[in-house]
């Protein structure tokens, strides 16, 4: 009996789970040593200890574009042109670097910039125009930097727009202190509640990236409810982890969709985008 009908012949008896077991084991040691490769190599050369930055993989930015081209209604090359424009705006990104090397905690950030998928959120301003944008969580201020450079650009296009940031942290968002992005950002800081409840203005873009308990994300979601502009896009960074957002769009009659990244040469397994609109 030749070696491929042996196996066949096993496959059909209870000593198959015992013949298969070695293949197995071969294809998770491989799977965990990739993974600990990253890992290590990661440990040694970054300095992050949360809110990571990455980039994505090839793949996973396909399939970001086809996700913003459908939530937007606009053609994918157009969505693909914006995530050209964010990357390759050299002006920021060297703004980041700088301010990021030195800055008081420049102990546990990178300076390398990688936007991830913000470079989502970045196209989605882009591609709807927003007057009034709200962010919640605001951290180093990557994120409103990257809001901040949509804004301006809408702005040339005679779109005007600015982007309030919401966060509890009084050192948050030393990178969107400086011109010209921060001429689009108003920087507050205290409760994301109160401050949502405090918005002089409507919002036409919402983006939840603060406390990422399931119980934060709701009162989020539920207090920018009556400040919504007809035609708002929520947006939420805790996709990956709650159904918040899904749940919210169904109880007012929006559509929902989810992306979920996947980080390039990185041990974390990435976020996502949630959008209500």
């Given amino acids: 009996m030749d070696a491929e009908k042996l196996r066949r012949n096993i496959a059909r008896t209870r000593l198959a789970p015992i013949a298969a077991f070695p293949k197995r084991l071969v294809r998770v040691a491989r799977h965990d040593a990739k ?10 050369t970054s300095r992050e200890h949360h809110n990571y930055t990455y980039e994505l993989t090839k793949l996973s930015r396909h ?69 009034h944008v709200v962010e919640t969580g605001v951290d180093k201020g990557l994120g409103s930097c990257v809001l901040a450079a949509a804004l301006l650009r809408n702005a040339a296009d005679g ?19 400086t011109e010209p992005w921060s001429e689009v950002v108003d920087l507050v800081i205290g409760d994301s509640i109160a401050s949502i409840d405090a918005l002089d ?65 990185h041990w974390y397994p990435g976020d996502g985008i949630g959008v209500a609109w």
């Fill in 35 to 44: 993974v600990l490769k990253t890992s290590a190599r990661w440990l040694v």
């Fill in 63 to 131: 399939h970001l574009a086809w996700f913003v081209s459908v939530v937007c209604d606009v053609p994918v090359k157009q969505v693909r042109a914006y995530f050209q424009e964010i990357e390759s705006d050299d002006r920021l990104r060297t703004h980041i670097e700088e301010a990021t090397a030195g800055a008081a905690r420049r102990g546990l950030a990178d300076r390398q910039v990688r936007y991830a998928r913000r470079i989502g959120w970045y196209a989605i301003v882009r591609a709807t125009g927003p007057a």
């Fill in 159 to 177: 779109r005007p727009g600015r982007v309030t940031s919401l966060d509890i942290n009084p050192e948050a968002g030393y990178l969107a202190r």
């Fill in 201 to 265: 203005r409507p919002v036409d873009l919402f983006l939840h990236d603060s406390d990422h308990s399931r119980a934060h994300e709701k009162r989020e979601f539920d207090a920018v409810e009556a400040r919504l502009a007809p035609g708002a896009v929520l947006l939420t960074d805790n996709v990956t982890a709650t159904n918040v957002l899904a749940e919210h769009a169904e109880r007012t009659g929006r559509r929902f969709l989810a992306y979920r990244e996947t980080p390039a040469r």
